[in-house]
């Protein structure tokens, strides 16, 4: 990004304050719905990925159905009976080996591994669930879909003197959940979902709108849902709701 030093975006904004706070891959981790709900629940956990991942594997299947007839030579024709969900495997890379001392990797595993027990909510509701999740990476273009956490493979590849793992590369594999739902992506068939985010330094509204949508210039609908009457004015703490890729784009 060196070259771009001194350039702005469509905002107005040097594309080196909007790289600053961008575009660290998430997974938003909440309660399964109630009932018959496609919309995942409260927000229990938003996992951020302190390396992003060097690539994603997205597969997606069509099932089809043939029954072999003895009569028929050349084979009987298949019926088509439905696509599948689609399904995205990555790595994630923890790492604290500058601080030997840290169970900061065990206490992220243990986050991780906790997306394949059920929740003590679903259970209290008499409908027993892990939670569903919400992956996304930079603007919903790369991969932004509800899922479940289908296995959790952690390695640890590193070790302090007193044996904490201070290093590990866990392998997720997600399973998406469909649903037809108003206002549901069309392009991939991802749920909507609103998300929350805590403002840090330096975060403006361009920057998170930049961030979330890949347009600095659709900040208002930002401010919109969350009566922001002064946006230069943002304080540290302070939690965003942040709308759905489908209300920001909807015409």
Known sequence: MAGKEGAFDKAGNKFSEVIGSLVHATLAIHEPPLGHSTTPGALIKSFG?????????????????????AMVR?????????????????????????DPDSNDVMKMVESLFSCC?????????????TPWVIFQWGSFRTARFTAYVE???????LFG??????????????????GKTLG??????????????????????????????GDATVWRAIAETNEIDDPARLSPGTELILPAVEEVTAP
Request: net charge negative; hydrophobic share 35%; aromatic share 8%.
């Open 184 to 213: 549901q992506n069309p392009t991939s068939g991802a749920l909507t979902a609103r998300r929350v985010h805590r403002v840090v330094a330096g975060d403006s509204l361009q920057s998170l709108a930049w961030r979330e949508y």
């Open 151 to 157: 296995s959790v493979d952690t390695t640890y590849t």
């Open 161 to 178: 003197t007193s044996g904490m793992p201070i290093r590990a590369t866990c392998q997720l594999r997600l399973h998406e959940i469909p």
């Open 117 to 129: 027990e059920v929740t003590s909510m679903s259970i209290a509701a008499k409908q027993p669930s």
């Open 49 to 69: 990925f302190e390396f992003n991942p060097s690539q994603l594997s997205l597969t997606r299947r069509a099932q089809w159905q043939s029954t072999p007839t």
């Open 74 to 98: 050349d084979g009987a024709l298949p019926e088509f009976m439905g696509p599948e969900p689609l399904e995205l495997s990555v790595a994630v890379f923890l790492d604290r080996s500058d």
